[in-house]
């Protein structure tokens, strides 16, 4: 299994352009997420999906835009980059069944910058 | 959800066993304690978790307070490859989302 794999791993923009970020996980998890972080913090989360057709807001989802089209993609779109959008961005995604067992899988994180 | 606090940097020793602290003091009875590690430049990976007993498993242990407003996660021989940013996480219980704070700077001497 390759796990929780993003594309693409590192990007510049310009400001104002746009672009989507793509999240993959093949362990026919339910939940997925996208966090940013950024440097000397925590990761915050962005935007997150409870299942396919379904997505909602994190702690900071303004600026971006998400979509769960089928069950093992998440894509994290951003219409207008802006220079505060430089980060790292990492998905992660959790499996639904397991009580109390909430282990999240991250994948290796797309590093963006804004210019 | 209630809110962790951790150093901001450790360091050890290679072989070493490490305790890092973590104080949570405003805790309720359905938080779930997690941690998490990130090694450098890579997303952060699972370490353990648990609710009111310690527990192990072949990565670390979790030592928990009696009064749960504290716990101690351990790992028993350090190796250069433990050098990361250890995350304390409260999760409730019906929640399944983490908040990551800043976590503790581990750096393991050779």
């Known amino acids: 299994n390759a796990g929780v794999t993003q594309t693409p791993k590192f990007r510049v923009l310009k400001t104002g352009q746009s672009m989507t970020l793509l999240c993959a996980q093949d362990?026919?998890?339910?939940?997925m997420y996208w966090y940013r972080q950024d440097p000397g913090m925590g990761l915050r989360l962005i935007h997150y999906?409870?299942?396919?057709?379904?997505?909602a807001k994190g702690e900071v989802p303004d600026g971006y835009n998400v979509s769960r089209l089928k069950k093992q993609n998440f894509l994290l779109g951003l219409e207008s980059a802006a220079p505060s959008q430089t980060s790292v961005y990492f998905c992660?995604?959790?499996?639904?069944?397991?009580?109390?067992?909430?282990?999240?899988?991250f994948g290796p994180g797309t590093r963006l910058t804004v210019l | 959800d209630a809110k962790t606090t951790q150093p901001n940097s450790m360091e050890s020793n290679e072989e070493e066993p490490v305790h890092l602290p973590c104080n949570h003091s405003?805790?309720?009875?359905?938080?779930?304690i997690h941690w998490y590690r990130q090694l450098p430049s890579q997303g952060p990976e699972y370490v353990i978790h648990?609710?009111?007993s310690n527990v192990n498993n072949r990565m670390a242990s979790l030592a928990i307070a009696e009064d749960r407003k504290s716990s101690t996660l351990i790992l028993h021989r350090a190796t250069l490859r433990d050098a990361a940013v250890y995350y304390c996480?409260?999760?409730?219980?019906?929640?399944?989302?983490?908040?990551f704070g800043k976590g503790t700077l581990l750096t393991v001497n050779p």
């Open positions: 405003t805790i309720s009875g359905t938080d779930y």
């Open positions: 992660a995604s959790r499996n639904l069944a397991g009580g109390d067992y909430n282990e999240q899988f």
């Open positions: 648990g609710l009111t």
């Open positions: 362990m026919n998890h339910e939940y």
């Open positions: 996480i409260l999760r409730r219980g019906s929640n399944y989302k983490l908040t």
């Open positions: 999906s409870v299942g396919e057709g379904t997505t």
